[in-house]
């Protein structure tokens, strides 16, 4: 028992940095991450990604779900990350208390996925789900991750068996995102990154610890969040450790309440350690900051004219290339500070209660959103308008409410809990928006380099609709094109069972939706029978398709062969061009 619980009258250690579930702060951010795990075992199968950075509260959460989900749901949880194949496949086992017969005329791996089919196609019988978790699954080895991925194709002719949830660090994204991985990825149903603590909400949750631990009323006094939030940035887990740290000192001072300067030279013991015992380590970024803007300065104001003519040459827009080139800049991200009164609630202990209202999120906080500018492979992506928000509006074009969205990011993960994918075009050429022919955040020069992001919602031959936060607004085609950057940002519904058909491959429920596709188009393709391969006469019928939608006739199904195939077929997909006739 901590030295300091008796001074403050508190029963439990406030600040301890074990997940501990009964200490979960409900924030905006855990709510929104329960609602997409949550719709994400309420899905068939497949897998669901939790990330977030190192103490952000991903295993807290994690915890939280599992002492929480119903009791029809069984779960295999992992801890230890680094386990090769056979391990891993003898772990989940372990977990799931299945008995694995002995055999000498077969692989131990073998032996495992038989027997963990048979125990997941009888409780299936039983009305059970089956959940693995795995912590800490940015350290999964490549062979790991696609053991896992044939885990998931263990199914009935009409369920999968298997959810795989997935906890980890922001670079199990770019894991996952390399090309190898591409399936298991694409069986992503729900995915949500966990982002700190905002400046807003960092009393509450200091509050809401102490309220759990006994504390009788506040401890910390009004100026502490906002030294806190310029300290750790929001992180939970250094707030717990610079707060642990001032009760002591407040202790061995003797006194009962803990300001700001006291949080301060708290700190300094905490952060200096984190900095591998160098108080001065971050000051170092800052000194070579000024460093360069003093040498750059330097070099432009006594450089000669003839070399600073050369400089400008080498920066500006090629008229006679269809590219534009545009200079990096870093990112600018506006910091807004919103102050919200509230009352801090006991956690939710049912399940269902867990979900986030986004309504009531919205009534809480007023974002302003008025100059958000993000850059990305040398071209502007997204600038918010003042009250109207062009993601949340693209998502609304496919039937989906979301109340904030303020990265691609974030609109990537929602949009593939809908079964959606994002993709963005850079430098596109006018004749890709009609191929596309979806709905997509395009952006615009609005003069003084002031660049804006908008929702095109319809291409005409001699016109354009956009969306704007006074409504819809109409461009004259040419006019348009004269201040669009050439960067376009568009959702599309992949298939869920493949990504690419090509000839050889055998694949019978991809085989079965391809043939049922074509022969809907009235165009005298029919059936023919393959067994599920891929064969010459499916690919002579694909390469006819191509030609008379004006695709690439390579004979290959891939993303532009599926969208087209979507859009002829598929009455809920929004289209800038209208509907198919």
């Not at 905006?28 to 939790?50: C, M, N, P, S, T």
């Not at 940015?138 to 896992?148: M, Y």
């Not at 399940?351 to 990305?376: F, G, K, M, P």
Request: glycine share 6%; with cysteine.
């Amino acid at each position: 028992m901590s030295i300091y619980l008796q001074h403050f009258a508190l029963k439990r250690e406030p600040f301890s940095i074990v997940p501990d579930p009964d200490f979960l702060y409900p924030s905006q951010q855990h709510r929104q991450a329960v609602a997409h795990l949550k719709y994400g075992l309420d899905r068939e199968g497949g897998f669901i990604l939790l990330t977030g950075e190192v103490g952000t509260g991903k295993t807290t959460l994690t915890r939280t779900m599992l002492q929480r989900i119903p009791a029809h749901v069984r779960v295999a949880y992992v801890l230890n990350s680094k386990l090769n194949e056979t391990d891993l496949l003898a772990s989940i086992c372990d977990e799931l208390a299945i008995k694995l017969p002995k055999s000498k005329n077969v692989s131990f791996s073998k032996i495992c996925i038989d027997a963990l089919n048979q125990d997941l196609l009888a409780s299936h019988a039983k009305g059970q789900k089956t959940v693995i978790v795995i912590e800490e699954a940015q350290n999964l080895s490549a062979d790991v991750l696609e053991t896992l991925r044939l885990l998931s194709n263990l199914e009935t002719n009409t369920h999968k068996l298997l959810h795989i949830l997935l906890v980890g660090q922001p670079e199990l994204l770019e894991i996952l995102a390399q090309k190898q991985l591409r399936q298991l990825n694409q069986r992503v149903v729900s995915r949500f990154h966990l982002l700190p603590l905002d400046q807003s909400e960092l009393s509450n949750y200091i509050n809401h610890r102490l309220h759990h631990a006994g504390a009788a009323g506040p401890i910390f006094d009004q100026g502490c969040s906002k030294v806190l939030f310029r300290l750790t940035k929001g992180v939970p887990r250094l707030i717990n450790l610079i707060c642990h740290q001032s009760l002591l000192a407040a202790y061995s001072l003797g006194v009962k309440s803990i300001s700001p300067a006291l949080v301060k030279d708290a700190s300094v013991e905490i952060l200096s350690g984190l900095d591998n015992g160098n108080p001065n380590t971050s000051n170092t970024p800052l000194i070579v900051g000024l460093l360069v803007v003093l040498i750059l300065v330097s070099v432009f104001v006594f450089l000669p004219r003839s070399t600073l003519d050369s400089w400008r040459e080498l920066v500006a827009i090629d008229e006679s290339s269809s590219e534009v080139v545009t200079p990096k800049v870093e990112n600018m991200v506006l910091e807004q500070a919103v102050s919200v009164d509230s009352v801090v609630e006991d956690m939710p202990t049912n399940y269902d209660d867990l979900l986030i209202v986004e309504d009531r999120a919205t009534d809480l906080v007023e974002q302003d959103t008025s100059l958000l500018v993000s850059t990305e492979e040398d071209i502007i992506d997204l600038v918010l308008t003042e009250t109207s928000n062009p993601l949340v509006n693209l998502l609304a074009a496919w039937s989906i409410e979301s109340s904030e969205v303020y990265s691609t990011e974030a609109l990537s993960g929602i949009a593939a809990t809908f079964g959606l994918q994002s993709e963005k075009v850079t430098n596109a050429a006018p004749w890709m928006l009609n191929t596309i022919d979806r709905p997509g955040l395009v952006v615009l020069d609005e003069g003084d380099g002031l660049l804006k992001s908008y929702l095109l919602t319809q291409l005409n031959e001699d016109s354009v609709t956009l969306i704007t936060k006074d409504g819809e607004i109409y461009f004259d085609l040419e006019q348009f094109l004269n201040r669009w950057t050439g960067s376009f940002l568009y959702l599309w519904r992949p298939h869920k069972e493949f990504d690419l058909l090509m000839q050889g491959n055998i694949d019978k429920l991809a085989m079965h939706w391809l043939q049922e596709k074509l022969s809907l188009g009235g165009d005298g393709i029919e059936k023919v029978i393959t067994g599920g391969r891929y064969t010459e006469a499916v690919k002579d019928q694909v390469i006819e398709f191509q030609r008379r939608n004006n695709l690439d006739a390579d004979g290959i199904v891939g993303r532009q062969t599926l969208m087209r195939l979507n859009e002829l077929f598929d009455d809920e997909i929004p289209r800038l061009r209208g509907r198919a006739n």
